[in-house]
């Protein structure tokens, strides 16, 4: 089983690119605002959960309505079916739970939305892809960041993007296969 950590790095976005991710944040909120409403029922037992039912039911609306690359219309989904799912499990646990709601500034990037190359990443938005420098920490001491960032046994897997106080944050899962002796 592979070795998986998640670290953290802010990006240089341009300018002009500020409104392009903003909208991008909102529609991808909206997609899985949408999934989660048509889940949601009253009684525990008609919650939809499975991603299959959701994505037949909200995949073709949602393309409709936002402006999101197919692959943050089935991100957004997964979020929404891994939120209902969750809030299932809690009912059935005997707490309580309410109908997911996605409020946040955060887009889930899988392989065919984010690019990684050594200085920068592209990407995807409703309106084609943005490129956005590392801001990486400087020195060259041994930090964990160096090691999961620059080093060759990590590979940089899906993303979230995050906005926080005017700044946009990269979480990126990185993954190597464990040693065996």
């Given at each position: 089983?592979a070795?998986?950590?998640?670290?953290?790095?802010?990006?240089?976005?341009p300018g002009?690119?500020?409104?392009?991710?903003?909208e991008?944040?909102?529609q991808f909120r909206?997609?899985?605002?949408?999934?989660?409403?048509?889940?949601w029922a009253?009684?525990p037992t008609?919650i939809?959960t499975?991603?299959g039912d959701?994505?037949?039911?909200?995949?073709?609306?949602v393309r409709e309505?936002?402006g999101l690359h197919a692959n943050?219309?089935?991100?957004?989904?997964?979020?929404a079916?891994?939120?209902?799912?969750?809030?299932q499990?809690?009912i059935?646990?005997?707490e309580?739970?309410?109908?997911?709601?996605?409020r946040?500034?955060?887009?889930v990037y899988?392989?065919?939305?984010?690019t990684y190359?050594?200085?920068y990443?592209?990407?995807?938005?409703?309106d084609?892809?943005?490129r956005?420098?590392?801001?990486?920490p400087e020195?060259d001491a041994d930090t964990?960041f160096?090691?999961?960032?620059?080093?060759?046994?990590w590979?940089?897997?899906?993303a979230?993007?995050?906005k926080?106080?005017?700044d946009y944050y990269?979480?990126?899962a990185?993954?190597?296969e464990?040693e065996t002796d």
């Open positions: 089983m070795v998986v950590r998640n670290i953290q790095v802010k990006l240089d976005v002009d690119a500020h409104s392009v991710l903003d991008t944040f909102e909206h997609a899985a605002q949408y999934v989660a409403e048509y889940g009253d009684d008609e939809v499975d991603q959701l994505n037949a039911a909200t995949y073709d609306d309505e936002t943050h219309v089935q991100s957004a989904r997964s979020l079916a891994d939120a209902l799912d969750n809030c499990d809690r059935f646990d005997g309580k739970a309410s109908k997911p709601t996605f946040g500034t955060v887009v899988g392989t065919r939305t984010i190359n050594d200085d990443c592209t990407l995807a938005t409703i084609g892809r943005v956005a420098e590392y801001i990486t020195g964990p160096k090691d999961y960032w620059h080093g060759d046994e590979e940089r897997k899906e979230t993007l995050h926080r106080d005017g990269l979480h990126v990185v993954e190597k464990p």
